[in-house]
């Protein structure tokens, strides 16, 4: 069974740099053809994707975001963390990690989600 | 980057309807195109992929249509489950994950 799981602060001040953790099991990222990826969504508005790291380690981000996230992976502990940098309260958000399969190109899996309250 | 547009973002129908929900993407991605299923509260849930193949456990009365720009999801016969949001999402290989704005589709 594949589950993924959000972990990290439910508040964090503005300014303040957000680590988030995604565990996950049922899977290795280390097999071709997967990726886990980060997508947030502001109360009552849309899903915006932020960041995505797939089996090779090659990482892409948001356009608009780029210059304040870093994604990594640890195979060892099934793990992805999101930081993102410099912290707004537009950036209060639920935090989803989600898998997604090439080639179906889309994300078939995800976690429940964590809110995120960035305020002072 | 390329945009996706949906379109009503509110849909009111009726249990028994047939209720169609578009999106269209600002240039050609060939029919990369997924839809999901959200509820109040809770993760988003994939419903079809590569524009019409349904995700496993899927029912049938959900269908997805389309290529090039523009992309439809049909369900053909409205169940009390359905009321939901739903959305639209690209991936490509030159091309970042983005996420059309939504579309409520409500009780009418």
């Known amino acids: 069974q594949v589950t993924l799981r959000e972990s990290g602060p439910a508040l964090v001040g503005p300014t303040q740099t957000l680590t988030l953790t995604c565990t996950f099991s049922?899977?290795?990222?280390?097999?071709?053809?997967?990726?886990v990826s980060w997508v947030r969504q502001p109360p009552g508005k849309a899903l915006e994707w932020l960041a995505l790291i797939d089996w090779d380690d090659d990482k892409y981000y948001s356009t608009s975001l780029k210059t304040r996230l870093t994604i990594s992976k640890d195979t060892s502990k099934n793990q992805v963390v999101l930081t993102m940098t410099n912290m707004d309260p537009v950036d209060t958000a639920t935090y989803y990690c989600?898998?997604?399969?090439?080639?179906?190109?889309?994300?078939?899996?995800w976690g429940q989600g964590t809110m995120v309250t960035v305020s002072p | 980057d390329i945009q996706m547009t949906q379109s009503p973002s509110t849909l009111s129908a009726s249990v028994g309807d047939r209720v169609i929900i578009t999106c269209r993407a600002s240039?050609?991605?060939?029919?990369?195109l997924a839809w999901y299923q959200q509820k109040p509260g809770k993760a988003p849930k994939l419903l079809i992929y590569k524009t019409s193949t349904l995700q496993s456990g899927v029912p049938s009365r959900f269908s997805g249509s389309g290529s090039g720009t523009e992309f439809t999801l049909t369900i053909s016969s409205l169940q009390p489950d359905d009321f939901a949001t739903y959305c639209c999402q690209h991936y490509g290989s030159f091309s970042p994950v983005t996420f059309g704005q939504g579309t409520k589709l409500e009780i009418k």
């Open positions: 240039q050609s991605i060939s029919r990369w």
């Open positions: 049922g899977f290795s990222l280390t097999t071709s053809g997967l990726c």
């Open positions: 989600a898998r997604l399969t090439v080639p179906t190109n889309a994300f078939d899996i």
